[in-house]
């Protein structure tokens, strides 16, 4: 059965902290791995996708990769601002299938 | 940038009423979707449209149906609403469903049946 885990479920950091969330899949025919960030009270905010084993995206702060079988979000000195839910989604053949996400709350 | 505009943003049911929650998108996407979001469950996807004129099930529909009103417009409707369809629901968009072109989220609609 195809799925999406990820971890750890809650983090917490100091400001300035480096660290990474994982997702964890095994699905038949990846089509692609989305990140999205999701404040409290909002609706998921699109953040990168990735295609293929060996891929990367940065946005600020953040670093997304892609191997056969994960993907990490790595955060670099991470702001207080950057507390949120990340939430990872990968799709197949048929479907995108969503993890339960990583709530991370960064303290000043 | 409105993006996916969701309508009402809070609503408080009684168990057997009915309504209808308003999806509104602005990007002229052909796929639109509607989630619900539930504590420990993640997101899962009620029905979607992957174009206009055409609706599928998703993974939990039952409970729900949807209308395709034109391209912009994804409503969803509880026809008697029970207290286990209290939860947060999302619509989304994206250019296309059959390819791997990312989803765009509203702010929701916090429903609850009493």
Known sequence: EDQVTQ?????????????????????????GLFWYRQDPGKGPEFLFTLYSAGEEKEKERLKATLTKKESFLHITAPKPEDSATYLCAVLNNRKLIWGLGTSLAVNP | NAGVTQTP????????????????????????YWY???????????????SEGT????????????????????????????????????????ADSGNNQPQHFGDGTRLSIL
């Open chain 1, 7 to 31: 971890s750890p479920e809650a983090l917490r950091l100091q400001e300035g902290e480096s660290s990474s969330l994982n997702c964890s899949y095994t699905v038949s025919g990846l089509r």
């Open chain 2, 9 to 32: 943003k809070f609503q408080v049911l009684k168990t057997g009423q009915s309504m209808t929650l308003q999806c509104a998108q602005d990007m002229n996407h052909n796929s639109m």
């Open chain 2, 55 to 94: 609706t599928d099930k998703g993974e939990v529909p039952n409970g729900y149906n949807v209308s395709r009103l034109n391209k912009r417009e994804f409503s969803l409707r509880l026809e008697s609403a029970a207290p286990s369809q209290t939860s947060v629901y999302f619509c989304a968009s994206s």
């Open chain 2, 36 to 50: 619900r979001q539930d504590p420990g469950m993640g997101l899962r996807l009620i029905y979607y449209s992957a």
